[in-house]
């Protein structure tokens, strides 16, 4: 048997009447244990969405405008859902979406997803606003893949040094996010009134920064205030045209992605200014609420892009048969967001390791049960739209 799914689910299976202490199964248990073990405003923060919650809404119910067709009497004795990503083979086809700030959400912060996506053969992307150093992160990661991702500064010192720093590190890629020069109108953190990053959390990256730490007339630990007025000024970068992108594309020879894209003009601008991919993405819908779904637009981006670089998505990517309809629409890729980030608040590194495993194995029986034997083969006959 070639399956890490017989191997996941038997574990689960024959664990007995230790089941009923174990972690959660489903991404609404993971959530609620989450709701239980955290504080109302971390918890907000991640559930929260912008404004009414249509787009976060909407995100998740794309999906169910497909259904997948499967065919049958297909040897399936071997299934591979390995992708290849620029260049590199990666055993599976998800990748670990950038989320900042985790100490709100456990102990570990982002060494928690980092060591359990390394330990699994995840793809991570740290985030910008990560409340551990990039060079921390890369420590613990050994070898392993891990992209970094940019909310680019004002500063162009700034965004040099963290993209030096990033590559000097090992990250192997950066990842441009293009959707939030301004935080979205998000009411459950206003209800709260819980903004991690006045504190100084989610400030790993600044706060160890030369170039930040040189404008500052104290270091960062001494006037957190003045520290962090600084941070979040670089952040609210409303003048992000993409002559900044040439800039950044100027700055790095790694593989740069741009993620944010909802508009297939967007992603033709992107592809004229020398991006080697694309992500697909409406931030989970924390930013423009009303925007569209990200799978509503995936088939016309991927079209616009006519497969020059991969275009990966995420916002709504819940469980394999969504990683196989985003997969059958066109992505070569999809980034898990918010169902790790609840897995770390319930059980730290053990609970992403955890999340990881059922994606994995629920991915692999989605598609031999569909009748394919590798993600390579999986295209739009595998799915029909039906509303
Ligand atoms: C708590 C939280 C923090 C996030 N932080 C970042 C970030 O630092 N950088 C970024 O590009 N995206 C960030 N995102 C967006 C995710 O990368 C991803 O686009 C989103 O979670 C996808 O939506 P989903 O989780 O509903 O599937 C964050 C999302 C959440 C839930
Ligand atoms: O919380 C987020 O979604 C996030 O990534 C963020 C952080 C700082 C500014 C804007 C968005």
Aim: with cysteine; aromatic share 6%.
């Amino acid at each position: 048997m070639t399956f890490r799914s017989d191997e996941i689910q038997m574990k689960r299976y024959q664990s007995g009447d230790e089941a009923a202490i174990q972690l959660p199964v489903s991404y609404d248990d993971w959530r609620e244990r989450a709701k239980q073990i955290l504080a109302a405003g971390p918890f907000g923060y991640v559930h929260g969405a912008a404004g009414a919650g249509d787009t976060k809404r909407s995100n998740v119910d794309a999906f169910q405008k497909y259904r997948i067709r499967p065919r049958v009497c297909c040897d399936i004795s071997k299934c591979d859902i390995s992708i290849q990503l620029f260049g590199q083979k990666q055993p599976v086809p998800f990748l670990l979406a950038p989320i900042g700030v985790n100490t709100i959400l456990h102990s570990e912060g982002e060494v928690g997803p980092a060591k359990a996506a390394a330990k699994l053969g995840v793809p991570y992307i740290l985030s910008n606003v990560s409340s551990i150093p990039l060079e921390k992160i890369a420590e613990t990661m050994g070898e392993h893949t891990r992209w970094f991702q940019l909310y680019p500064p004002k500063n162009r010192e700034l965004t040099k040094s963290f993209l030096s720093r990033a590559e000097q590190a090992g990250f192997s890629a950066i990842v441009v996010t293009v959707d939030s020069t301004l935080l979205g109108w998000r009411e459950t953190d206003l209800s709260n009134a819980f903004l991690p990053f006045l504190t100084g959390q989610g400030m790993g990256n600044y706060f160890t920064d030369p170039v930040f730490c040189s404008q500052l007339k104290q270091p960062p630990h001494e006037n957190i205030k003045e520290a962090v007025k600084l941070a979040l000024d670089e952040g609210n970068n409303t003048c992000f045209t993409w002559k900044e992108l040439d800039f950044i594309r100027q700055q790095t020879k790694l593989p740069l992605l741009i993620k944010g894209i909802t508009h297939p003009d967007d992603a033709v601008m992107a592809l004229e200014h020398g991006v080697d991919g694309l992500i697909v993405s409406n931030h989970g819908g924390r930013q423009l609420d009303g925007a569209v779904a990200t799978l509503d637009v995936l088939p016309s981006i991927c079209e616009a892009v006519n497969g020059k670089v991969p275009v990966l998505m995420d916002s709504g990517i819940r469980r394999g048969a969504d990683i196989l309809k985003a997969i059958a629409l066109g992505a070569s890729a999809v980034l898990i967001g918010r169902p790790y980030a609840y897995a770390l608040a319930v059980a730290g590194q053990s609970g992403v390791e955890e999340v990881i495993q059922h994606l994995i194995a629920e991915t692999e029986l989605q598609l031999a049960i569909s009748g394919r034997h590798a993600i390579h083969e999986v295209d739009s006959s595998l799915i029909i739209k039906v509303q």
